[in-house]
Each structure stands twice: as structure tokens, then as C-alpha cells.
């Protein structure tokens, strides 16, 4: 480092691009398994969802969260994870690529080393992730952002949910069950679940349905209300679209963040 430090060599240094973000926006980082579908494949995911491997996800995502003090939400679905950073982090100067390069990194290192305590199937081969920066200037943007993710984890679940019971229980081959599955609605899909399989969409694990939902909460650990207040990373399974979850929920949005409380004792 001394030796570089002078020397004719260290204009090079000036080349490198300033890349720090903005104030006073909502700093948001999704992460997404690379062709998940082969790895889901090659390490036997149950279908339209292993509940292990979503752990796995989970659990990579509570260790970034545990990193990066200044992440206030994080929401997982499937193959993917998106963080949320407080709006007036200075994390890394606020630079885009220590941030984005940060994160993806210890999410996968992470992926990798909890993968053994919830898979029995051991890892063939190194999984990798892709990740990108978006800013959301206000907070209806940032709403209707993880909005769009939960509307997504909707979307493809309820067709999953329909696509692998006419597969498995019904035996069509794939492209059968897609056939009959085009062109449907919703309320199609929710019909064909209860009809054909007695199945009542909305009972199925809210984890599927709705994703997770990381937060910050002072979490209660004893009876009485002066006992001890410890902070934790908690999972929640809930609707985000709704305006209730933001009431709940008021610390995310609050312009000074201090995490909210939770009574449930379920962290992770
Ligand atoms: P930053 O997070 O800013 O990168 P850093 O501590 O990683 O902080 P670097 O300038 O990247 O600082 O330097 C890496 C340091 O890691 C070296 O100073 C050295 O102490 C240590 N290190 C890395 N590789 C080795 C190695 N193979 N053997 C011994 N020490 C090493
Ligand atoms: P890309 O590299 O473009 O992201 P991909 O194959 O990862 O390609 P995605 O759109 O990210 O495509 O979809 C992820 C896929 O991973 C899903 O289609 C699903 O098949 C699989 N998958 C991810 N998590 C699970 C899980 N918990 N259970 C079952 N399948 C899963
Ligand atoms: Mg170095
Ligand atoms: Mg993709
Ligand atoms: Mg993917
Ligand atoms: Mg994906
Ligand atoms: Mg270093």
C-alpha cells in the first residue's frame, strides 16, 4: 500500500467513478438467484414450495439484516430478497457499488452457510445471485414497490399451487396442466383448488402466499411489562399492500427510525 502511495502509478486511481447515491431516498437492493429453476431442480425443491429452502433464504436475509444496522425492511419471496435501506444511511458513503456488492455478497456466502442446518441434500454446486440498486424517491413509491413484489408472490403462487396439483394429483404432463390453465383468472384458479381438490386457497401457509416480511422489533422476552426489551429481526407473513400493515407497522415509514415492538416471541 505505502509502495503505491506517490508513485506515477496512482492516477489511476482518478478513474475510478463516484457512484454515491443521492440523499434523502429510499435505498432499496433486490437480490435474485441466478436460474434457480435448474438449482431447485438439481436439489430436489419440493413443489410449488419447499418450505427448507425458503428457510435458507430467510435465514441468509436475518444475517445481512444482522450486518447492515441501517436496513429497515427486508421482503423475501421464491429466489429473491429486496433490503431497504433508511433513507438517510450514510452506510459506505453511500456508495452504490460497496452497498450492492456488500449485501449480494455475504447474502450468498450466507445462503451457503446455513444451507447445511435446514437441507438434508447436500449443495452440488455454488449458487450465485444477481443484485441491483433502486431509489425511491417518495414513500408511496417504496409502497407500491414491495407491493409489486407481493402482488407478484401472489400471482405466481396461486398459478404454481394449481400447475403442480394437476401435475402431481391429477397426472396431466406439464404441458396439459398449462393448457388448462391458460387464460384463467384468478377466481378461475381458486375455483379449480376447491372444486377439483378441496383446497381453500387463501388456508394455505401465509409464507407462500404473502412471502416474509423482515422487521426490526424490541421483542419482550418476559411476562411483565418491565422486563427485559431486546432488539430482533422478525419474520411476518402479512398483507403489505393494505394501508393497516403501514399503521402496525408506523416505525418503517417514521422519518427517524426506532423499531416498533412485538409481542410474539418468534425471532429468528
Ligand atoms: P476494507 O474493508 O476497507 O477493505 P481491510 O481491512 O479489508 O478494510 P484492505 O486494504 O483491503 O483492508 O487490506 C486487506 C488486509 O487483509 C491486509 O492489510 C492484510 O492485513 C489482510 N490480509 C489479506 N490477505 C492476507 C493474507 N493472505 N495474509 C495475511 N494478511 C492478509
Ligand atoms: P434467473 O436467473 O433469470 O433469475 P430463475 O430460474 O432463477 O432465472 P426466477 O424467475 O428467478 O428464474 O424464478 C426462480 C425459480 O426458482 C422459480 O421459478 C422456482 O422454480 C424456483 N424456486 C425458488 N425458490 C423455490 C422454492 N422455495 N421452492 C420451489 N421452487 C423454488
Ligand atoms: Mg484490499
Ligand atoms: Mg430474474
Ligand atoms: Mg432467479
Ligand atoms: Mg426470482
Ligand atoms: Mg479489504
Known amino acids: 500500500r505505502r509502495s503505491m502511495a506517490c508513485s506515477r502509478y496512482e492516477y489511476v486511481k482518478s478513474y475510478e467513478q463516484d457512484?454515491?447515491?443521492?440523499?434523502n431516498v429510499w435505498i432499496v437492493i433486490r437480490i435474485d438467484g441466478k436460474k434457480f429453476h435448474k438449482?431447485?431442480?438439481?436439489?430436489?425443491?419440493?413443489?410449488?414450495?419447499?418450505?427448507?429452502?425458503?428457510?435458507v433464504?430467510?435465514?441468509a436475509a436475518v444475517t445481512v439484516m444482522q450486518e447492515f444496522r441501517d436496513i429497515v425492511l427486508a421482503y423475501g419471496q421464491s429466489d429473491e430478497y429486496s433490503f431497504v435501506f433508511r433513507k438517510e444511511t450514510t452506510a459506505f458513503k453511500r456508495r452504490s457499488a460497496k452497498l450492492l456488492t456488500y449485501v449480494t455478497s455475504l447474502f450468498s456466502s450466507s445462503y451457503v452457510l446455513r444451507w447445511p442446518h435446514w437441507m438434508s441434500q447436500p449443495m452440488a454446486y455454488a449458487p450465485c445471485f444477481d443484485g441491483r440498486v433502486v431509489l425511491y424517491p417518495s414513500d408511496e413509491n417504496l409502497r407500491d414497490y414491495l407491493s409489486w413484489r407481493q402482488a407478484d408472490v401472489h400471482v405466481n403462487n396461486l398459478y404454481n399451487t394449481a400447475f403442480w396439483k394437476l401435475v402431481l394429483q391429477t397426472g396431466l404432463s406439464n404441458q396439459q396442466a398449462e393448457e388448462r390453465l391458460r387464460g384463467t383468472?384468478?377466481?378461475?384458479?381458486?375455483?379449480l383448488l376447491f372444486q377439483e381438490f378441496g383446497i381453500n386457497y387463501n388456508n394455505m401457509p401465509a409464507m407462500?402466499?404473502?412471502?416474509t416480511i423482515l422487521l426490526r422489533k424490541r421483542v419482550v422476552t418476559g411476562?411483565?411489562?418491565?422486563?427485559?426489551?431486546?432488539?430482533?429481526i422478525v419474520p411476518l407473513h402479512e398483507d403489505l399492500i393494505s394501508?393497516?400493515?403501514w399503521k402496525t407497522h408506523s416505525e418503517i415509514l417514521a422519518n427517524k427510525y426506532v423499531p416498533g415492538t412485538h409481542n410474539a416471541t418468534e425471532p429468528m
Open 185 to 191: 383468472f384468478s377466481a378461475d384458479k381458486n375455483e
Open 223 to 232: 411476562e411483565l411489562p418491565d422486563e427485559k426489551c431486546r432488539q430482533a
Open 39 to 55: 438449482f431447485s431442480k438439481v436439489h430436489d425443491f419440493e413443489k410449488p414450495n419447499d418450505e427448507n429452502a425458503l428457510n
Open 57 to 59: 433464504m430467510n435465514a
Open 243 to 245: 394501508a393497516q400493515f
Open 208 to 211: 407462500y402466499r404473502k412471502g
Open 19 to 23: 457512484d454515491s447515491i443521492l440523499p
